[in-house]
């Protein structure tokens, strides 16, 4: 059974996060990490892979991004995954939802086909990145891949070729089924992700790790970036500088309506 899992690089919250000049988010210049929802992502495909315990499980950790978001595949490596795919390529830079799911289709295919079994059973992502908080490059991805998808998971079951889960919204729960070969996204509720161990970022340098440009994916450079994106950031601003809040006196009986008025100037009501 194969399994990939797309990882993102992301800016780190907790850090200095900036656009560049054509109002792309600055992904060289800045800390970043694997996104915490992915971490999850690769959480499942770990737990799937030890619950097939006599089965021959391969998870490849995949992921699309300048040579600083090899840390995001070293991470996934050292939580578990057996191997590696970077896709990285100038050309990719300012990508939107709809190009970033088409390099990850085609990288899907080229992992399949470098397979001894010449296919990927299963695609798992996270429900969003923590950057752009999307949730559409899943479906985008089983669009492209011709494959049914299952997604915002909470739970997760597979028997056999058969995966069902279950889905938490705001006022039911789901549950649906699919049969794999299918794209699944799953959700923070799915399960804590594990940390990596001594031993797991020890094994993790010898494990395989490839790098792929767009021609290695059989695409060419006017298919993806900011110049075929069907959006774009037009401006931007700094957020401003914390200023002392205001206090809301209550001594004559005015203050509920002070704090609506307040409300109310900021748009928050």
Known sequence: MNIVVCVKYVPDATADRRFESDNTVDRVGVDGLLSELDEYAVEQALQLKEKREGEDVTVTALCVGPEKALDAVRKALQMGADQGVHVSDEAIAGSDYAATSLVLAKAVEKIGATLEDGKVDLVVCGMASTDASGSVVPAMLAERLGLPQVTFASVIETQGDQVRIKRDGDTATEVIGGTMPLVLSVTDQSGEARYPSFKGIMAAKKKPLETYSLADIGLEADQVGLSVAWSEVTDTTERPPRTA??????????????????????KFI
């Open 245 to 266: 809040g205001e206090i809301v006196k209550d001594e004559d009986g005015s203050g509920a309506s002070a704090l609506t008025e307040f409300l109310a100037s900021k």
